[in-house]
């Protein structure tokens, strides 16, 4: 009986053992990833936009009718997180809020300045 339990006890650790290996590689493998998506994240370019002349709408969908959701106006840099079309999706600051937040934006409101733009150099 005693030389029951204690094989017994010796499988469970084994399996124990071997289940917490799996878990490392596991969160070794998810660590590469994880160091690799952020070193793209640095090299990517990060897209600023500058408002027209002209006062543009921010909608919460690509798409004309959708909710509005402030207005950006002009001279005012945004930073571009996606693009679907003619639409771009944008972060702003929010001044009524007092917040930052997202947004779409049809594109011919906008002009591609470089990263480090700012409205003092206009």
Avoid at 4 to 21: F, L, P
Avoid at 22 to 47: F, I, N
Avoid at 67 to 88: H, T
Avoid at 109 to 121: C, H, I, M, Q, T
């Amino acid at each position: 009986m005693f030389y029951y339990q204690e094989n017994a006890g010796t499988i469970q650790q084994a399996k124990d053992d071997e289940q917490a290996a799996k878990q490392m590689r596991q969160l070794e493998s998810l660590s590469r990833l994880v160091e690799k998506a952020l070193e793209q994240a640095t090299k990517a370019k990060e897209e600023r936009f500058v408002v027209r002349e002209r006062t543009a709408t921010v909608r919460s969908k690509p798409e004309h009718g959708s909710a509005m959701e402030g207005k950006l106006l002009p001279n005012e840099v945004v930073r571009a997180i996606d693009k679907n079309g003619k639409w771009v999706e944008v972060e702003y600051y929010h001044w009524l809020h007092e917040e930052f937040r997202t947004g779409w934006v049809l594109k011919r409101y906008l002009e591609r300045v470089p990263a480090n733009y700012s409205k003092a150099k206009s």
